[in-house]
């Protein structure tokens, strides 16, 4: 058998309730530990990317991405159906010099 609710619920927006510090646990205003070992810099990853990761990265469409890979571009690897770009690859193509500068003064932007 079901039965009703007869309380409202409260709808009380997140915004309007206070926020001190006795409402929050101590470890929210904790500051990380600095790390015992130095990181490689973050450009020096070679994370496998997706094509729509990528895309994002680049602001372009993922047909955009798979263009570059077809064309030789930027390399890829297929790992059974997916397509993966490492994160190295891509910021190897992005500080190379454009090779085809004549075509660029025809560009939109």
């Known amino acids: 058998?079901?039965?009703?609710?007869?309380?409202?619920?409260?709808?009380?927006?997140?915004?309007?309730?206070?926020i001190n510090g006795v409402d929050l646990p101590a470890w929210v205003y904790a500051k990380p530990e600095p790390l015992a070992t130095p990181q490689a810099p973050a450009d020096?990853?070679?994370?496998?990317?997706?094509?729509?990761?990528?895309?994002?990265?680049?602001?372009?469409?993922?047909?955009?991405?798979?263009?570059?890979?077809?064309t030789g571009k930027l390399p890829a690897a297929r790992i059974g159906r997916a397509v993966r770009i490492r994160q190295s690859d891509l910021l190897d193509m992005l500080n190379e010099k454009p090779s085809n500068s004549s075509d660029l003064g025809t560009c939109r932007e």
Do not use: C, G, Q
């Not at 058998?1 to 206070?18: G, I, Q, W």
């Not at 496998?48 to 895309?55: F, N, P, Q, S, W």
């Open 1 to 18: 058998m079901f039965y009703k609710n007869t309380k409202k619920p409260l709808h009380t927006p997140a915004a309007s309730t206070a």
């Open 44 to 70: 020096a990853t070679d994370d496998l990317l997706t094509r729509a990761e990528v895309a994002r990265y680049l602001r372009v469409s993922d047909r955009t991405v798979s263009r570059l890979i077809r």
